[in-house]
């Protein structure tokens, strides 16, 4: 990216905010270099221009300091009224020779005139989050970039352990090699031993311990995940445990029919430790805990799809299944 002639301006969009702030930088560094000045140099928030990007134009239309060239961010572009995204597509389509301009957003109307015009002229650039699979690879190549030698198994569980959110994943692997140093090489322990000290709970710590039953300790985290995350995850919390208990119940399955570890990784988690962890976990349940696990929670999503506080509810369904 870059690499070629840079455009005036660029639209930024999708939901992964690492990838759209790493091109940011990168584009800044070799628009402006290293010495930034802040005459030369601006970050605008459409929720906070809303009807009026005047700013912004002014911003852009103003000779740059010392430097021959200047560049403008409009993060949340997609918070601004269209009345007023309509206003700057003039300066778009015939742009000051000096004066770059990058819009974010993370789900743009391209029925608008304004991002419609971005997408025409070839500048639009989607980030989308990653894959599971997609994440792995990146923390172990993100890794090998910052200067340690992460095992294929070690990104796996650091992603079990953080979830796919690029920042706190850069942010462990910051951790990681300022204590172990560079060159050093990173297996399961070294994650077990730095990210459970200097982290908060994740998604997944909550799913492992609902799917070992672990009750005071399920409820914890829920409430602090909650608590840190917004009632609006509750769904995702859901989802999440329905999955692993589908996957436990697939386990049980095999088990039960004479397989062992390698057919639950050939049909079921290719991961061997996780494959572990799920026959560890389908000892904790019978087949009838799993069917009114799958009703239980049902239930508990169409009670918070109506209204219900979320917390309480996933309460409940977790006393409920656990006890």
Same mark, same amino acid.
């Given at each position: 990216? $870059?690499?070629?002639?840079?455009?005036?301006?660029?639209?930024?969009?999708?939901?992964? &905010?690492?990838?759209?702030?790493?091109?940011?930088?990168?584009?800044?560094?070799?628009?402006?270099?290293?010495?930034?000045?802040?005459?030369?140099?601006?970050?605008?928030?459409?929720?906070?221009?809303?009807?009026?990007?005047?700013?912004?134009?002014?911003?852009?239309?103003?000779?740059?300091?010392? +430097?021959?060239? /200047?560049?403008?961010?409009?993060?949340?572009? &997609?918070?601004?009224?269209?009345?007023?995204?309509?206003? #700057?597509?003039?300066?778009?389509? &015939?742009?000051?020779?000096?004066?770059?301009?990058?819009?974010?957003?993370? /789900?743009?109307?391209?029925?608008?005139?304004?991002?419609?015009?971005?997408?025409?002229?070839?500048?639009?650039?989607?980030?989308?989050?990653?894959?599971?699979? !997609? +994440?792995?690879?990146?923390?172990?190549?993100?890794?090998?970039?910052?200067?340690?030698?992460?095992?294929?198994?070690?990104?796996?569980?650091?992603?079990?352990?953080?979830?796919?959110?690029?920042?706190?994943?850069?942010?462990?692997?910051?951790?990681?090699?300022?204590?172990?140093?560079?060159?050093?090489? #990173?297996?399961?322990?070294?994650?077990?031993?730095? *990210?459970?000290?200097?982290?908060?709970?994740?998604?997944?710590?909550? =799913?492992?311990?609902?799917?070992?039953?672990?009750?005071?300790?399920?409820?914890?985290?829920?409430?602090?995940?909650?608590?840190?995350?917004?009632? !609006?995850?509750?769904?995702?919390?859901?989802?999440?445990? #329905?999955?692993?208990?589908?996957?436990?119940?697939?386990?049980?399955?095999?088990?039960?029919?004479?397989?062992?570890?390698?057919?639950?990784?050939?049909? *079921?988690?290719?991961? =061997?430790?996780?494959?572990?962890?799920?026959?560890?976990?389908?000892?904790?349940? +019978? !087949?009838?805990?799993?069917?009114?696990? $799958?009703?239980?929670?049902?239930?508990?999503?169409?009670?918070?799809? +109506?209204?219900?506080?979320?917390?309480? *509810?996933?309460?409940?369904?977790?006393?409920?299944?656990?006890?």
């Amino acid at each position: 990216m $870059f690499e070629e002639k840079i455009s005036h301006f660029y639209l930024f969009y999708g939901e992964n &905010d690492f990838q759209k702030n790493m091109a940011i930088e990168k584009l800044k560094e070799k628009l402006l270099g290293k010495e930034i000045s802040d005459f030369n140099f601006r970050i605008f928030y459409g929720d906070e221009l809303s009807n009026d990007i005047s700013p912004v134009i002014g911003f852009i239309t103003s000779f740059p300091f010392v +430097t021959e060239k /200047k560049l403008a961010i409009v993060r949340k572009t &997609d918070h601004i009224s269209e009345e007023a995204l309509n206003n #700057i597509l003039p300066y778009l389509k &015939d742009p000051p020779e000096f004066a770059y301009i990058v819009f974010t957003a993370q /789900k743009p109307d391209f029925r608008i005139e304004f991002f419609k015009y971005i997408k025409d002229s070839k500048n639009a650039i989607q980030f989308r989050q990653f894959s599971e699979s !997609e +994440t792995i690879s990146w923390i172990k190549k993100m890794g090998k970039e910052i200067g340690i030698d992460i095992s294929d198994e070690a990104s796996l569980y650091l992603y079990y352990m953080v979830g796919n959110n690029l920042d706190e994943l850069y942010s462990e692997l910051q951790k990681l090699l300022s204590y172990y140093g560079e060159g050093a090489k #990173i297996g399961i322990g070294e994650i077990k031993f730095i *990210v459970s000290f200097l982290r908060d709970y994740s998604i997944f710590d909550l =799913v492992d311990n609902v799917s070992s039953k672990k009750l005071s300790d399920s409820l914890r985290i829920l409430n602090r995940y909650l608590e840190r995350e917004g009632k !609006e995850k509750a769904l995702p919390v859901l989802s999440m445990i #329905i999955r692993q208990l589908s996957l436990i119940q697939k386990t049980k399955l095999i088990l039960k029919m004479g397989g062992g570890i390698g057919k639950v990784q050939k049909l *079921v988690q290719p991961y =061997v430790f996780l494959a572990k962890k799920l026959i560890e976990q389908s000892h904790f349940w +019978t !087949e009838d805990e799993i069917e009114r696990a $799958f009703s239980i929670f049902l239930e508990a999503d169409s009670l918070i799809k +109506t209204g219900a506080p979320p917390s309480i *509810v996933l309460e409940k369904a977790i006393i409920s299944l656990c006890s």
